[in-house]
């Protein structure tokens, strides 16, 4: 198992520009042959791989029943944890929105197995579309057997609307589950990029404020730099984690980041961005892969075991 870390290591590129224009680099590149330095890049042994064969890695706020507190002994509550580094991001934390997808699951009953069904990518149509289901509701809902049927688009099969999940019941939750995939990187923190941070269920109200925010500005998104922090949020009887946003600024611009800084300070440059941009227009063409996608229903806790649904 490893030891508790946090994610203080040191750029391996030009990213944090003071301003006597002295740049801050990985302090293990001194010691790099030069033999060595030439091949730097180059990907060499990888030549049989594209980015269909990479998993992104992801970014979880942990809950109280997070099963990845059973493997690993440092987490707790409210912290971002970095799946691939296994690492805890300190808070609060700088991240740079590459990309924000919408989509929707719809999710086979724990009680039945768990798993999906049923997936929109695009919000808008269902794959596979036309096909009836007919499924036993967990017992926390009720137990009951009921029928849901995809159709061709979310919006004609109405799964995505309250009342769904249980059509006897107009109070129900939506059959189907909402949810973004916001796609970031870190300016400060290169070697983490990138990692998807997934926003469902109690996370829908964070990420539309999150929307709303970067959608004001009129520009491309990943120009915005995002400042992070988790807060302790509540519905009804029960308390969970939650994902606080602000904006921190912008890429390339030179400001105080930290509340602790005693000078303003570059973050970014003009090949990082460049980066960002080619992130972007690779990722908007060949869509988002999420290939961990069916571990998110264990993200989902039961309402009895201490979070909502919605």
Not at 44 to 66: C, F, N, T
Not at 240 to 259: C, D, P, Q
Request: net charge negative.
């Amino acid at each position: 198992m490893k030891m508790p870390a946090t994610a203080k290591k040191q750029p391996t590129q030009e990213v944090a520009i003071k301003e006597n224009n002295v740049v801050a680099l990985n302090q293990d590149e001194n010691i790099i042959p030069d033999y060595m330095k030439t091949d730097i890049g180059q990907h060499y042994g990888m030549e049989a791989l594209d980015h269909s064969d990479m998993a992104i890695p992801r970014l979880k706020v942990i809950q109280g029943l997070s099963p990845e507190k059973e493997q690993f002994s440092f987490l707790k509550s409210g912290d971002y944890f970095h799946t691939a580094h296994e690492i805890v991001l300190d808070q609060p934390f700088l991240a740079v929105p590459i990309l924000i997808s919408k989509r929707y699951i719809l999710w086979r009953p724990r009680n039945m197995g768990g798993g999906i069904l049923a997936r929109a990518n695009d919000a808008k149509h269902w794959q596979p579309a036309g096909t009836v289901f007919n499924v036993k509701l967990d017992k926390n809902e009720g137990g009951t057997q009921v029928t849901w049927t995809t159709k061709t688009t979310v919006k004609e099969s109405g799964l995505a609307e309250w009342g769904s999940s249980n059509p006897a019941d107009d109070q129900s939750r939506p059959a189907a589950t909402l949810m973004y995939n916001i796609l970031l990187a870190f300016p400060e923190q290169p070697e983490l990029s990138p990692a998807i941070l997934t926003l469902q269920r109690t996370g829908i109200k964070p990420a539309q404020k999150l929307h709303l925010k970067l959608a004001s500005l009129d520009r491309p998104i990943f120009q915005s730099i995002v400042r992070f922090t988790s807060f302790l949020d509540h519905s009804g009887e029960n308390d969970f984690y939650n994902v606080n946003t602000e904006l921190a600024g912008f890429l390339n611009t030179k400001r105080k980041w930290r509340i602790d800084d005693q000078e303003a300070w570059m973050l970014g440059s003009e090949e990082l961005y460049k980066r960002y941009k080619a992130l972007y227009e690779q990722v908007s063409e060949t869509g988002l892969d999420i290939k961990d996608e069916e571990s998110l229903q264990a993200d989902i806790a039961e309402p009895s075991e201490g979070t909502p649904d919605y």
